[in-house]
């Protein structure tokens, strides 16, 4: 065997050596070659069909695709407070403010990202500079279920009191590149660059969300108040249409909510996502003039917790002026204030809509 031509069986060619002498004496042959392996003789197509291994496929183009930017990236990773109705009843001289709010199972219920998009947002950020402009949407719902939830809040003359809910934030960055998708490797980035705020899980017991009351006023309000635009509430074709609340009127978070999703979006109570990351993550863990402009563009992002399976609103909960309560309060109107996104968010037909956050009342 080595190097010696084996041949199986032997071929005999018989031949006149006179007439070998005068031409050429030939004869047609198939061979079927083999080689001698650590495995045995084998064919020799097989021998080398198994020494080239598998064939890696080949790599795919470059293509234009978003990479996630982590340096202005950040998810709690943990459970933290997310603010869903904040009412305050500052002035001493006031009725009993009675506030609900509500999540049944028989409604899918969940998180519709916010998507900010704009050109070099980085590059403006990291420059302590506030990027303009930036497109805002409310997009796909990104964590969602049938929930329930409720809680009832009473706020006494100059109280403040705010429902809660456990959810796990996110604020991830994305840079628009042309790059290989096999490997990520980045041939250069376009500039396009897209911020998504949400919630991507909720603390839940059961089909329960965990939450409840406290008193006072949120860890985030201040970025809330510095993120948003405060505004008297009125609301055509309800109680509030004069813009406050009569002695024992009450009005339906459904009429305050459609009047802000005038194109359907399904924007319904927006979560102050961006200020809560804003202070829990110290801006993204800058300092100085960066971190007071991550802040200031932070502070105003709003998801919306919203009912997935139709436009209307469908969180449930009131607002009501209970008056006078035994020794308790006023018999008084009060003026409504609620506090909208100082960003104006764009609907599918390319009109701009407001978000109302918190949901924030101030009753006066």
């Known amino acids: 065997m080595g190097d010696r031509v084996l041949s199986y069986p032997l071929v005999v060619v018989s031949y006149n050596p006179l007439l070998a002498s005068k031409s050429i004496i030939y004869r047609s042959i198939m061979m079927n070659v083999y080689s001698m392996s650590s495995k045995g003789l084998m064919p020799e197509w097989v021998r080398e069909a198994e020494a080239m291994g598998a064939v890696e496929p080949a790599a795919s183009p470059p293509t234009y695709m978003y990479i996630r930017d982590n340096q202005l990236s950040w998810e709690s990773g943990t459970y933290v407070e997310v603010p869903i109705l904040i009412v305050h009843n500052d002035y001493a001289y006031s009725g009993v403010i009675g506030a609900s709010i509500g999540i049944l199972t028989s409604f899918k219920v969940g998180c519709r990202l916010s998507a900010g998009y704009g050109v070099n947002i980085r590059s403006k950020l990291l420059n302590a500079t506030i990027p303009s402009p930036i497109k805002f949407t409310i997009s796909n719902p990104v964590r969602s279920g049938y929930y329930s939830f409720s809680e009832n809040l009473i706020v006494p003359s100059g109280m403040k009191r705010y429902v809660w809910i456990g959810a796990k934030v996110a604020h991830i960055h994305y840079r628009e590149a042309f790059a290989y998708p096999d490997t990520g490797e980045v041939i250069y980035y376009t500039g396009n660059e897209m911020m998504l705020d949400y919630i991507y899980d909720f603390q839940v017991s059961g089909n329960t969300i965990n939450g409840g009351v406290k008193d006072g006023s949120p860890p985030c309000e201040s970025l809330i108040f510095g993120g948003t635009v405060e505004e008297n509430l009125v609301v055509s074709g309800t109680v509030l249409s004069d813009g406050d609340l ?9 009429q305050i909510l459609n009047c802000y999703d005038v194109y359907d979006v399904d924007s319904e109570i927006g979560l102050p996502i961006g200020a809560i990351i804003a202070l829990l993550s110290n801006a993204l863990g800058f300092t100085g003039s960066v971190a007071t ?15 997935i399976d139709s436009a209307n609103a469908f969180i449930l909960g009131n607002l009501r002026n209970w008056e006078r309560e035994g020794t308790t309060g006023y018999d008084t109107y009060e003026i409504i204030y609620c506090r909208a996104s100082k960003y104006q968010y764009q609907a599918p037909n390319n009109q701009y809509f407001k978000v109302p956050v918190g949901i924030y009342f101030r009753c006066a």
């Open 246 to 254: 009569d002695v024992d009127e009450s009005v339906q978070f459904s």
């Open 293 to 307: 402009v991550i802040t200031a563009v932070l502070s105003g992002i709003a998801p919306s917790l919203s009912n």
